[in-house]
């Protein structure tokens, strides 16, 4: 399993990785495989708000669905609508094709809360 170390994790699987002040977020390789196929993602729409901790969608796959955490807090601008069509994008390729949402960060300082890539993986053992 991948934690690119580039990346910051919250404890509820999803990832962030920060550039200036927009945010990628996804779930993790370990929550893809934990889910397994992933058959719908439900992301919100632009302009739409995100808070730390609290939850910004959903995924269902062919077990379980589950709640989508938002790593870090601001105004979502972008969505990844590649994942209405093709949902598998994010077992394939979590960190890279299969992101969902990027974010205008309001508060770049909650970063400072989450887990880097060495820490995440202690929190799954």
């Not at 999803?14 to 002040?21: Q, R």
């Not at 949902?87 to 300082?109: C, D, T």
């Amino acid at each position: 399993m991948e934690f690119p170390s580039d990346l910051k994790y919250h404890q509820e699987h999803t990832w962030v990785k920060i550039e200036g002040d927009i945010a990628t977020v996804g779930i993790t390789d370990y929550a893809q495989d934990q889910l397994g196929e992933v058959l719908f993602v439900d992301l919100p729409e632009v302009e739409e708000t995100t808070v730390q901790g609290e939850t910004f969608g959903s995924v269902e796959s062919a077990k379980v669905a589950s709640d989508l955490y938002a790593p870090i807090s601001g105004e979502i601008i972008e969505v990844n609508e590649e994942l209405d069509d093709d949902p598998e994008l994010v077992n394939k390729y979590p960190y890279e094709r299969g992101w969902m949402i990027k974010v205008k960060v309001s508060n770049v300082s909650e970063q400072n809360s989450l887990l880097s890539s060495s820490d995440y993986k202690k929190t799954l053992e």
